[in-house]
């Protein structure tokens, strides 16, 4: 539809809606005249050129450039190899004994006995050491697509 098709359709929409104020001042209930088919029609096309115009706009909203997708992607990878240095430095003021007894722990069957209670509390260790753990992956994930060349064996020369 052309830029002079939509001026001409949304005229005719606009008289159209000015004779329908104009006869309700009048006092009448319904219009004066019934609305032509002709616009009819112009107003139908109107307002399906504006809604596939509205449709457009959200799709082209949804979509994000490469580069500012890439840039998001980076600043993740960023954060995330920071929380893996906070994780490592946390469990570093742990002593290897008390890594050891969070394995053991992690490790220990629940209790099937109703009557028995559970475990605490979760183990400080084993909540950051999980905590690496899923970091590390998302890591991982988000440098095989920014960076797809890491995970290829290197080349013998």
């Known amino acids: 539809m052309t830029r002079k098709q939509k001026k001409d359709r949304a005229k005719a929409l ?10 309700r001042k009048l006092g009448a209930d319904e219009p004066v005249a019934e609305v032509s088919p002709s616009t009819r029609a112009i107003v139908e096309a109107t307002a399906r050129a504006a ?7 959200a799709r082209e909203a949804r979509e994000l450039d490469d580069t500012r997708a890439r840039g998001m ?32 722990a992690m ?6 006995d109703p009557k028995q209670p559970k475990r ?14 899923q970091v590390s992956r998302l890591l991982q994930q988000i440098l095989a697509r ?11 020369t």
């Open 107 to 112: 490790r220990a069957p629940e209790p099937s």
């Open 14 to 23: 606009k008289q159209a809606l000015k004779e329908t104020h104009k006869a």
């Open 120 to 133: 605490s509390r979760a183990n400080p260790v084993l909540a950051l050491m999980r905590l690496g753990a």
């Open 51 to 57: 809604f596939e115009d509205v449709r457009t706009m």
């Open 73 to 104: 992607l980076v600043r993740a990878a960023e954060f995330l190899d920071d929380m893996i240095h906070m994780t490592r430095e946390a469990l570093d003021n742990f002593t290897p004994e008390q890594k050891r007894e969070a394995f053991v």
């Open 146 to 156: 920014t960076n797809p060349e890491l995970g290829k064996p290197a080349r013998a």
